[in-house]
């Protein structure tokens, strides 16, 4: 059984920065691209970033050079850096798991991937 568990949200004033954690088990991680996505209250869910097999990484344009995704194969961890936040970066954020060669959050809904965690909060204070 596939199992995503979240990590590392918390509150944060403007320019802050935060670390989100996701604990993979249950599959190969190899064989898995792996992303974030967030949703804030009354706002479209957005696919934040990306990490595939190759290591290569997308990021959406509104947090491309602020946060960083990587992953950790040996703690079959995924990872969120967060800097310079902003209250606009104030959502839930899930991890998210896919089978998949290659995902990007440019063409594809991260949020429809398979196998998808309980989130964590992150609030950003002006």
């Known amino acids: 059984q596939v199992q995503l568990v979240e990590s590392g949200g918390g509150s944060v004033q403007a320019g802050g920065s935060l670390r989100l954690s996701c604990a993979a088990s249950g599959y190969t991680d190899s064989s898995y691209c792996q992303g974030w996505f967030r949703q804030a209250p009354g706002k479209e869910r957005e696919g934040v970033a990306t990490?595939?097999?190759?290591?290569?990484?997308t990021y959406a344009d509104s947090v491309k050079g602020r946060f960083t995704i990587s992953k950790d194969y040996a703690k079959n961890t995924l990872y969120l850096q967060m800097n310079s936040l902003k209250p606009e970066d104030t959502a839930m954020y899930y991890c998210?798991?896919?089978?998949?060669?290659?995902?990007?959050?440019?063409?594809?809904?991260?949020?429809?991937?398979?196998?998808r965690g309980q989130g964590t909060q992150v609030t950003v204070s002006s």
């Open positions: 990490i595939n097999r190759d290591g290569s990484t």
């Open positions: 998210a798991a896919e089978p998949a060669t290659y995902c990007s959050v440019h063409h594809h809904l991260v949020w429809a991937y398979k196998y």
